[in-house]
C-alpha cells in the first residue's frame, strides 16, 4: 500500500518566527496580517516593496485602499492555502454567486496589480470552472459588474479581459446589454466589435450590389 506523504513541497512551508507585515486593503480600511516570506512569495510587487532600498522606514505596514478586502483576502488565501477559497454553496442563494463572480472578477485586478502570474492564471481557471458549472448562468446577473472590474483594474490583452468577451459573444443574449449607455465600458464594445467583424463570414460590400 502507497504511503500518504503529507510533506510540503520546498517553498511551500513558511516559519511562525517571520516578520508580519500588516497590510491595509481597501476605503475603508480593513487591515490584514501576512507573514513577510509568504507575502513575497509569488508577487513581483511585494519581493520589490520589501527591498531594503526600496521599502522605507515603514517596511512592515502598505496600504492598498485600490483593492477590496474580499479581493485581496482571495489573494492571501491562495498564498497560503494554494486554492481559491469558494463563497457560494447554496444553489438558491443567488446573491452569494454575485459577491463570488464580482470577488473573482477583483482578485484578477489584484493580481494584475501586484504583478502575480500564477494568481492570475488560478482565478481564471476558477472563472472557468465556474461558468462551466451547474451555477454558470448566475454569472448574468452581474456580467457587466465584472466587465467594468475587469476593464477598469487590467490593461489590453489581459486573459480577463478575452474570457468577458467571450462570455458575450458565444453566450449573450441581446438583452444584456440594454440599459444606460455607460453600464458596459467603451474599450469592452469595441472589443466586442472587433471579435463580431472579425468572425463574419458575409461577402464585402462591394459584392452586395445596389
Known amino acids: ?22 497590510i491595509d486593503v481597501g476605503e475603508p480600511t480593513t487591515m490584514m496580517f501576512v507573514h513577510c516570506s509568504v507575502l513575497c512569495s509569488s508577487a513581483d510587487f511585494f519581493k520589490t516593496r520589501m527591498k531594503p532600498e ?16 474580499a479581493a485581496f483576502n482571495i489573494y492571501v488565501n491562495w498564498l497560503y ?12 442563494d443567488e446573491t452569494i454567486h454575485d459577491k463570488e463572480w464580482t470577488n473573482l ?7 494584475e496589480g501586484v504583478m502575480d502570474v500564477a494568481f492570475k492564471d488560478v482565478v481564471m481557471d476558477a472563472l472557468r470552472a465556474k461558468v ?5 448562468a448566475t454569472i448574468w446577473r452581474v ?4 466587465v467594468k472590474i475587469i476593464y477598469d483594474g487590467t490593461t489590453v490583452g ?8 467571450d462570455i458575450f459573444y458565444h453566450h449573450g443574449d441581446p438583452s444584456v446589454l440594454c440599459g444606460p449607455a455607460d453600464d458596459l465600458q467603451r474599450d469592452f464594445l469595441l472589443d466586442l466589435g472587433h471579435d463580431f467583424m472579425t468572425a463574419r463570414t458575409a461577402p464585402p460590400v462591394a459584392m ?3
Not at 504511503?3 to 518566527?17: C, N, Q, T, V, Y
Not at 526600496?54 to 485600490?66: M, Y
Not at 492555502?81 to 438558491?92: E, F, N, R
Not at 472578477?105 to 493580481?111: P, Q, T
Request: overall charge negative.
Open 132 to 136: 462551466r458549472s451547474a451555477e454558470g
Open 54 to 69: 526600496w521599502s522605507g522606514t515603514d517596511a512592515a505596514h502598505i496600504k492598498l485602499p485600490q483593492y477590496t478586502p
Open 208 to 210: 452586395l450590389g445596389g
Open 105 to 111: 472578477a477583483a482578485a484578477f485586478v489584484v493580481g
Open 81 to 92: 492555502a494554494g486554492g481559491v477559497p469558494a463563497t457560494a454553496q447554496d444553489l438558491g
Open 143 to 146: 456580467a457587466c459588474d465584472m
Open 1 to 22: 500500500m502507497a504511503i500518504h506523504d503529507p510533506r510540503l513541497p520546498a517553498g511551500r512551508g513558511f516559519s511562525a518566527e517571520d516578520e508580519i507585515i500588516i
Open 158 to 165: 489581459s486573459p480577463a479581459r478575452k474570457f468577458m468577451v
